[in-house]
């Protein structure tokens, strides 16, 4: 058994590393002395999530809920927490500094208990997330307290960053892929090819172990990866390198992956989050409309409103969001389905068919009702048309894929193209809030924006942006990070955990010392808040020095 200690000395030697091949390879040699069991753990836990993405489990732990338990396991005032978070900025460090000094009093009934182990904590937090009911908030304090009071200094960082799921160490799944490959002596991209069919790097790792990667296949009940589309260079150019290309309509929804078995339906969201209780439209569709014992099915969950038109992301995403007065809501922003792939049908996995047979098999056995329109064509004429019409029915653009491609999970390649009216925008995580002034003082008015370096994984800020934000959003969005919080500063301004990414439109970006990146954006705008992100998907440095490097050279030629 692993001493939850041992795991988290390993975090520390991680944190302070710099480069990501050398994280890797302490990540390595740790994975490769854990035991099965263990192995399904480590994973999430060092990227700082207490379960797998895939799983449906959720530890609902708030910042304050964490910061009650330091204090009661600790015996330390409120007060005294919240002025260690104002010093240091980081519950990490709050924690360990209370557990140095909380210690000394006990010190002798601790060094005789027996250690906390990996698994002790995961089933701890097991207990947490499965908390529910009236007392729920009773039962998660008690365990809380419980695995702070036994826990040392370097125990009580991590544990409290994990508990956060903000564990600041700069590792992700890169990091954590390549460590199982080493640990194992396997191949990067089988790993990788893995984790696409499970989204489970505990399970990828376990099946490493005992050689048995290959083995891993797609399942129904467990989301793959999806295939994702990269940016087409216009109409013309992509035809042109395409050829023969189907065309759809790229619709302004959110993505949803189906599992079906008999009557069982379960919908996934593009994080790969059971979706399933938010959307029994969705379901309804596929009880009735898909003809087939088992299947996967990919495609897009899309509103409309009165006038037929699309209604903004936004609205889809209040549905997606919603686990409660489902109903009520479903009447009020009724969602379509367009169903534009099969990925698994009654036995068969379908990724290495190609496109072609794919959608075949998908329209002998889904209604018309629910299947996103398709034309196969090679003329850039008539695909510049349905583009047209695609924009003026208020369609986000079209999607050209590759009629004899296979259906490849989690790859953003030439085989999907997409072709929208360009407009640079990034997508950033938000780590820190303002109280705004006069009219806007009870609302947070304006959001700190930050970029990960892709090599140290850390969040670097590259600006605030205060402007394209309504009256409406800005009762929504302070109810939204008012949860987040982690450090209340004196002055007007928090910090909050980084876990919405909010998709920002610019004039520019430039060179600036004031923000820690190196990089300010000029006259940033909030387009819309990315909830189908997780923070790892946000734009990293490297896609904003890029932007910056492209515009520099444009700026030059046309001064010049
Ligand atoms: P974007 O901001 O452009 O949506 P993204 O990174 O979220 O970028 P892309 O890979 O660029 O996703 O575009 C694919 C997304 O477009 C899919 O995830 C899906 O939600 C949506 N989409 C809409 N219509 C289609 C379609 N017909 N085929 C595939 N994807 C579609």
């Known amino acids: 058994m692993t001493s939850f200690e041992s795991f988290a000395e390993l975090c520390a030697r991680i944190e302070e590393i710099g480069g990501s091949i050398e994280k890797a390879d302490l990540l390595a040699s740790f994975l490769r002395d854990l035991e099965e069991e263990e192995l399904s753990v480590v994973p999430s836990f060092v990227m700082g999530s207490p379960f797998p993405a895939s799983s449906d489990l959720l530890l609902g732990v708030g910042p304050s809920t964490l910061y009650d338990a330091l204090s009661k396991a600790f015996g330390a005032a409120p007060s005294e927490v919240q002025e260690l978070l104002r010093r240091t900025g980081d519950v990490g460090a709050v924690a360990a500094e209370l557990a140095k ?7 002798s009934t601790f060094l005789e208990g027996e250690r906390l182990t990996i698994l002790e904590v995961h089933s ?6 499965r908390a529910s009911g009236r007392r729920s ?57 893995g984790y696409n069919f499970t989204s489970d790097l505990g399970l990828v790792a376990r099946q490493a ?17 999806m295939m994702l589309a990269q940016l087409g260079s216009g109409i013309a150019g992509s035809v042109a390198e395409m050829g023969t290309a189907a065309v759809e309509v790229k619709y302004d929804g959110s993505r949803v992956q189906i599992h079906k078995r008999g009557e069982e339906v379960e919908i996934f969201s593009r994080r790969l989050e059971r979706v399933t209780r938010s959307l029994p439209e969705i379901v309804s569709f596929v009880k009735e409309g898909v003809r087939a014992e088992a299947a996967i099915l990919d495609g897009e969950a899309v509103a409309r409103g009165e006038d037929g038109r699309p209604l903004p992301f936004q609205e889809i995403l209040k549905r997606f ?23 698994y049908l009654n036995g068969r996995v379908l990724i290495d068919e190609p496109l072609r047979e794919r959608r075949r098999l998908l329209e002998s056995v889904a209604d018309e009702k629910i299947l996103a329109g398709q034309k196969v064509t090679d003329d850039p004429e008539e695909v510049a048309g349905i583009y047209e019409e695609a924009i003026a029915e208020g369609h986000e653009g079209v999607m050209l894929k590759s009629p004899e491609s296979p259906y490849a999970p989690g790859k953003r390649g030439k085989n999907w193209l997409k072709i929208k009216p360009v407009m640079e925008t990034l997508d950033l995580v938000v780590i820190g809030a303002r109280w705004g002034e006069g009219r806007r003082a009870t609302f947070f008015g304006s959001y700190r924006l930050a970029s990960p370096d892709p090599e140290t994984g850390r969040l670097e800020d590259v ?6 934000i309504t ?8 109810e939204l990070f008012r949860d987040l919080v982690l450090v209340a500063g004196e002055g007007m301004e928090v910090e909050v955990k980084p876990e919405v990414v909010f998709e920002v439109a610019f004039e520019e970006i430039q060179k600036s010392k004031s923000y820690s990146s190196g990089y300010a954006l000029r006259f940033p705008r909030l387009v819309r808040i990315r909830d189908d992100k997780a923070v790892e998907e946000a734009d990293t440095l490297d896609r904003v020095a890029g932007l910056y490097a492209t515009q520099r050279g444009r700026n030059g030629r046309s001064s010049g």
Do not use: C, N
């Open 321 to 343: 969001r919603r686990k409660y007065r489902v109903e009520g809501a479903a009447k009020r922003i009724p969602l379509e389905l367009m169903l534009f792939d099969l990925i």
């Open 124 to 129: 701890r937090f097991l207990l947490i997330a």
């Open 101 to 107: 000094k909380g210690r000394s009093s006990t010190l």
């Open 463 to 468: 600006g605030w942006v205060a402007t394209g």
């Open 471 to 478: 009256d409406e959003m800005l009762a929504e969005l302070t």
């Open 137 to 193: 908030q009773t039962a998660k304090m008690k365990h809380l307290r419980y695995l702070f009071s036994e826990a040392g200094a370097t125990e009580a960082r991590y544990m409290a960053r994990l508990a956060l799921e903000d564990m600041r160490i700069g590792v992700g799944e890169g990091i954590v892929r390549d460590a199982v490959a080493k640990a194992f002596g396997i191949s990067p991209e089988e790993v990788e090819r």
């Open 209 to 225: 172990k005992e050689g048995r990667l290959q083995e891993l296949t797609i399942e129904i009940g467990r989301p793959i990866k």
